[in-house]
Every structure is written in structure tokens, then in C-alpha cells.
């Protein structure tokens, strides 16, 4: 069997020129990284403005498991098969980041015969963007300590600053750190630590942000600590929004590329779903569909997290509504949902396949609630057997749905036109009305209440008072309109990873707060998770090398 990265290897790649007239651009409006990728010019899109928008779909997936979902292959087929029947698409997801790609997961731009390339690029360093943020993030670090080296003129509280450093890996050993050790001339030592450079601030505001003036506006509204008398002190107080903007000019632009089939993708931005709000870039998102008569983007992780932020924060602050959603599952993660062990995912088992299908009826319910059609999409493994996939449909149409197999990874967007046609059946019906969960006028509680027992269907959330201390303080000082951004593990719609299929009568636990006001949400911690990930006992770097040829091995 073929390998992704020998397909990704062997495919016909056109020039990024050509790509980019597919959607009507010239040369002039592309910025070119190589013959393959390019980012599009700040002027062609302000030149947009006004033009009519095509449809958006949203492919989201029920909670992942080590058995595999491919929503990011499904997006990539769907892109492609919409492009077979006639519909003109433009596929829009998110960046790769260092962490996971040397951690766990390894690399990820689709697979099969649905993928996006160049893939080793995307990959690793790509256009640069996630090294620009990182480098935004720490320049208002330095300029923080640098600003209380300096005889502190605004009175910051060392104790009370909230602005941490990051970087893009996983690295356990940075979670709490003391910096400024060393004596006088070393600075202000305090306690610190790092998260990973997909949650800092810098990258929600740069998936969030419109354009440059609105980049600047909203890095200087960030909140980096308070003053001895606890009055908030912002990157705009410390002069830091235009240094930062500097650096993140070029990386505000988006990335242009292709699929195996040569259609055009916007690959930018890349926030995690489970600690940040997970979703590609809105400057991406808003310029596909003025080229484009349908967009097909991904939000991460399971519909609880991904799909969840995509609809309550990325479309209520960029003023986007989706005109379909579709939501992936495989028969292998749903008998592992049922119980079954990843070594016997192989073998027939419709009971616990049922059993399983509660996590899919449960994502159901709850997208719906958003008033918003639905399709799923069987993602297609060769060990399936017809009877589980008929169990699968079967209980597709008790929830009212329609459950249709792709084949994309083995053939391309040719095994999901069954799914594109369905997924164009639905939203040129019109049939959405998309509401968000919650009012903007909710107290931010409420809203992480509401999250929990209508989206999780906890019983109970627990905080400690000093978290209700702060989300009152902020709800005073004119943030409590704002959104909240769940940060949970991906693996349950409880707080606990073990917890598969849909579970019941528990409490999901609230450790921690953070205010995001430059992005514009709240941040909630919930659990165990971390935002700064470690490496497992047997990280893929590994297994990554080059081989004799000067190739990369093992990312893929």
C-alpha cells in the first residue's frame, strides 16, 4: 500500500500562478513562497470588499480516539468532489503545529488520495507564520520585564503579570518557570511559565482579526497583568501593538495551495480545539468565499470542542453563518466508543458498534440545536463490513439524517461525490437557520453553564471562588458580553479522557480563567488539560529523519 507521503511525493502539482486564476487572481496579487505556495497580498483582499459569498460548509467529527476519524481527509475530498460536480470550492483549514507533529500525533494535511500539498512543507516551517506569532508573543514578553527592569513607570505587579512565553513544542519542563535569576542585572525575578505558540493570544487574534488596523487594535487591547492597585494594564500601555503588528504583516496574509486534484486551499492559522478555539484563519475563511461558490472548512477535534467554537465564537465575531454541516465518524471509532480494544477494531461487531453510536446521535442533537443541517460522512476503512455500515445508516435516519460512505482517502474526491451532492442538496435548500448557543447579554457563568450542560450534558460545573471572583471582576469592567472559549480534553464530552461514548451524571470541573481581551473571549480551563503539551514516552521524533536521498522520513 502507497504510502500518504509517496502520494503527496508523486503528485502532479501545478504552479501556484495557475492555482491562484482559478480564483481569478493575477500574479500581481500573490506573494510567492516557492513554485508551490504563496500567501495573497493585503490589497487584493481589501479589494473584496462588498462582493457576494458563496456557501459555508463546516466538516466537524465526533470525539476522537486512537482508531482514527479523518475529518481533515473528508474535508479535503469533499473540496475536491464538490470541485467534480461543477460547484467551484476552495478548501480553508489550519496550520500544523511543531508540538504535535514531534509528539504524538506526527504531521497531518489529509491522507490517502485526498490531501493537501506540498505536505512536508505544511508540515514543518512552512511561509514562516507560526514563527512570526511566536515572535510577537515574546516580544511583548520582553517588553513587559524590560518595563520593569526599567524603573516600572506604570506600576506593574510583578506578582499579578498573566503574560506567559511560549513556543512551538511540547515541552513539560516549561509549564512553571522562575525567570530573571542571576541578581539586579538580570531583572525582576518571578514565577512565569511557557504554553504552546497555537494557545497563545497572538494566534486567536491573528485567525480573528479583519485586517491590519484591526491586527493592531486588537493586539493592543491585550491584558498582560495589573498594576499594584489591580487596574488592568494593556500591550497599548507598554507601547508593545505596533512592534508586534510589524512582525505579523506578512504572516496576517493567507496561504495558498492545492490538493492532489490541483484545487486551491487556504491553509493559515492554527489554533487547537481543545485549548484555544480552534479554527483556520477568518481572513482565510472571508476571502474564499468571495472567490469561491462554496467553502469547505474544518473545525478541530470533535463536534463538543471544534465545532462548538467555530459556531459560538469564530462565526458571532466575524458575522459568518454556515449553510451545512458535515459530520464525520468511522465504524472503528465508534465500536472503540462501544468498548471495543483498538487490537480487535478489525473484527465484526455490530453490538458494540450500536452501543458506540450514542457518541454520534449526541453531536447530532446537538448541531441541530444550532438549526443547522446535517449529512454524515462515513468515512470508509477497508476492514469495514456491510453490516456495520448498514447499522451505521440505520441509526443515521433515527436522528433524521442521512449517513453516506466516502470512499476519498482510496479514490478522491470521486468517492465523495455521493456527499458533495448531499452536502449541495442542503444548503442550496436553504434550510439552515443558525442561531448561536447563547446571547452576547448572558453573564459569562451562565454561558460556561450553558456550554456544559447543553453541549457536554454535565450535571454540575464546579469552580472555586476564586474563579467566580474573577469572572465577576471581569464581567464589571465590560467583558462580560464576550464569548467563552472552552479549554477541555478532546477525548469526552466529560472532563475525563476515559469517559467514551456519552456519558451522564458528571461535573465537569473548572480549574482555571484566562481573559483574552485582544482576541475578544474567555478562556476556560477545565480538568486535567494542559497549554502546554508534553511529549509521550515515545515521541515520533523518534522515528523523523532524512534518508539517504535527503528526504524526510517519518513525519507522515
Known sequence: MTSDIEIARAARKRPIAEIAAKLGMGPHDLLPYGHDKAKITHEFIAGLSGRKHGRLVLVTAINPTPA????????????????????????????????????????????????IVPMEEMNLHFTGDFHAITSAHNLLSAMIDNHIHWGNELRIDPRRVTWRRVMDMNDRALRQTVIGLGGPANGHSRESGFDITVASEVMAILCLAGDLADLQDRLGRIVIGQTFDKSPVTARDIGADGAMTVLLRDALQPNLVQTLENNPAFVHGGPFANIAHGCNSVMATRTALALSDYVVTEAGFGADLGAEKFLDIKCRLAGLEPDAVVLVATVRALKMNGGVARGDLAHENVAALQR????????????????????VAINHFTSDTEAEIAAVRDYCATHGVQGILCRHWAEGGKGAEELARAVARLAEDGASDFAPL?????????KIETICKRIYRADHVEAPPAIHEKLAEWQASGFGNMPVCMAKTQYSFSADPTALGAPTGFTIPLREVRLSAGAGFIVAICGEVMTMPGLPRQPAALRIGLDEHGRIEGLF
Open 438 to 446: 447563547y446571547p452576547d447579554e448572558m453573564t459569562l457563568w451562565q
Open 68 to 115: 482514527g476519524e479523518g475529518k481533515t481527509t473528508t474535508t479535503v475530498g469533499l473540496g475536491d468532489a464538490l470541485n467534480r460536480i461543477g460547484r467551484r470550492a476552495t478548501i480553508c483549514i489550519r496550520e500544523a503545529s511543531l508540538g504535535p507533529n514531534f509528539g504524538m500525533k506526527g504531521g497531518a494535511a489529509g491522507g490517502g488520495m485526498a490531501q
Open 356 to 375: 458506540g453510536c450514542a457518541n454520534l446521535g449526541r453531536h447530532i442533537e446537538n448541531l441541530r440545536g444550532y438549526g443547522l443541517p446535517v449529512v
